[in-house]
């Protein structure tokens, strides 16, 4: 396969000239060729143009051919795996065995949501039969069911230039429910975002589907993100990235015209409480987990724990010169851009004046700002601190955490009461600690998505039952997941069909059932047809 530094709209190249940028190896901060040329306002309206033309016919294919379409891409990822894995490699420095494991995950991500669609069940199909001797009106025959909602804009993050970029959770389920997809690339890793464009490019092209399913616009800047969700015939956007971009694409879809859905996954600091009968039985490896959580992927995962409540006595004492010792013998965290690097130092740097908080421990960051490598560090707030100042309690991504200790269980309850939105919340306790502190796991209820019990939270499963989401700001809507196969439901919206005959209807709400799923008949799951009473409905 060959990088041509050009965008690509449906089966085409764009060959526009123009600004351009390239890659950097953050390992040496060398520039990587080809130049990539930026996209601009004129290739957002062909690619939302060529998206709102590809609805027409892709929203309305069966669910085997969109599981054909999403398992041609596994397929070519996994053909090109080594090609995609070295440029993986030279653009982001995260090593090639976490890239392979990430190419595997975007494949099996592809064939879950192929799964998905297959099966068909996930458009949520109820049927309300008519009954026309109700009194004192006769009630209407009404089906429903999960419609896809149009284009769809999804941004690639930098920290996952595989499973969350151009072929990622975000495409992965806007296609299988039925959205044509424009990417804007990531600038961190331009070529393995053309690489895998150009296979899903041959994957539209293969499966006889229409030109616009499918489009990826580089861009070092964000004119043309911009002007993507602005555009009037997009319909919805994915993001995963920082809160500041986040919310400037929240408000500028709010202020459309017609306001648009924004799926944003943008900060979190995912604090971990380790509870005073868990610490006394096991300080030392809860501290080496902690520690290597922290550091994971140089602390740029979304699920990075950066705060840890500890209690106020000799057993945390213990968890916290593990921690200091660990980290003042870590190596350079390799961060995957020079702007990550620099808010990683100013974030680090701030925090060292804050008020109340003190540096526990730190290793120096590269001298040579070449290269992007930075020392992790651990600090610590006194309670009342990290209760005056919310700065304490956001996200500094990077390889940094941040100790709050508490004296009595108020104190540990109120600690969390005070929390914001976050992805996830991590409890390590005994099962005692856990009848002292049941109350802690309902505040938490409300503040997270995803709840870990003795666990850390980096390592986000893809399966039927997770929730990487969480309470804004982590997201800018805690009723969704970005990943896991629920993540199909932030791309759809439901249409209620009301007395249609039945050779009108769509396949999913006919009498007979063609297709086997899940339905809500009269309140009652089943997949049986119509032509029978439902099972759940007949006489025992
Ligand atoms: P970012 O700055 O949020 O950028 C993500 C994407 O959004 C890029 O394609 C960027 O385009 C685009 N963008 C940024 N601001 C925009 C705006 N106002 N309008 C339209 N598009 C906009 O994320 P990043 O470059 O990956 O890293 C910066 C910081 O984000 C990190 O230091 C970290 O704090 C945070 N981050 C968080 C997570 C997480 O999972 N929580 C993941 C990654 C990053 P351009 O780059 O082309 O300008």
Redesign the pocket.
Known sequence: MKISGHSILGFRSVTNAGPSFRGTNPRTGEPLGPDFFCAGAEEANLAASLAHEAFATYSRISGREKGKFLRTIAAKIEGAGDELVERAEQETALPKLRLQGETARTCGQLRLFAQVAEEGSWVMARIDRADASRKPSPKPDLRSMLHALGPVVV?????FPLAFSVAGGDTASALAAGNPVIV?G???HPGTSELVGQLLQESVQECGLPEGVFSLLL????EV??AL?KHPLVKAVG????H???R??MD?AAARPEPIPVFA????TNPVFVLPGALRENSENIATGMYKSLTLGAG???TKPGIVFLPENDDAATFIDKLKNLVLESGQFNML?A??RS??QSATTRRKTEQGVKLLAARPSSANDQELGVGAAVFEADKESFLRNPDLAA?V?GPATLVVRHSTRAEVLELARNLGGHLTATIYGTEADLREFGDLVAILENKVGRLVFNGFPTGVEVSHAMVHGGPYPSTSDGRSTSVGSQAIFRFCRPVCYQGFPEVTLPDELRDSNPLGIWRMVDGEMTREPLTTRPRSLRPA
């Open positions: 941004f690639g993050a930098s920290n804007k990531h600038p961190a861009d070092s800047g964000t993100g911009v969700v993001f995963t990235g920082s500041n971009a986040g400037a694409l500028l996954e943008m900060s979190s740029q995962f979304c851009t702007g990550i808010a990683y996200e991504f």
